[in-house]
């Protein structure tokens, strides 16, 4: 699953609230033992060159390369490597995040 950044920075807005529950699917999805398929939720930042980050321009944002290269981790891991989730930003985003 995609999930967003945002739902960590505005969890209380509709998009943050979406993406709160597509994340809560997803650990309910990973903890079903029924479920044979590895299950992740991924939640990236601002990417560049998507329709999110249109018009926002000065706003540090990740690559699509980024985010391909995290997939890919998740992707080539051993299938007995648990991956929950993994919550990922441009540092400068982050930082701007956790200072205010």
């Known amino acids: 699953n ?3 950044f945002h ?3 505005q969890p209380d807005d509709e998009y943050g609230k979406i993406k709160n529950l597509l994340k809560q699917m997803c650990f309910d999805a990973q903890a079903d033992p029924e479920i ?3 299950v992740v939720n991924i ?14 321009e000065s706003i ?4 699509t390369n980024d985010v391909c290269r995290v997939i890919d981790f998740i992707i080539d891991s051993p299938p007995h490597f648990l991956v929950n989730e993994i919550v990922f930003s ?4 982050a ?3 956790h200072d205010s």
């Open 7 to 9: 739902s960590y920075t």
């Open 60 to 63: 540090a944002m990740l690559s």
């Open 2 to 4: 995609i999930g967003s």
């Open 43 to 56: 939640s990236p930042s601002l990417i560049s060159g998507t329709n999110a980050s249109i018009g926002k």
């Open 90 to 93: 441009n540092k400068d985003l």
């Open 36 to 38: 044979k398929c590895r």
């Open 95 to 97: 930082r701007s995040f």
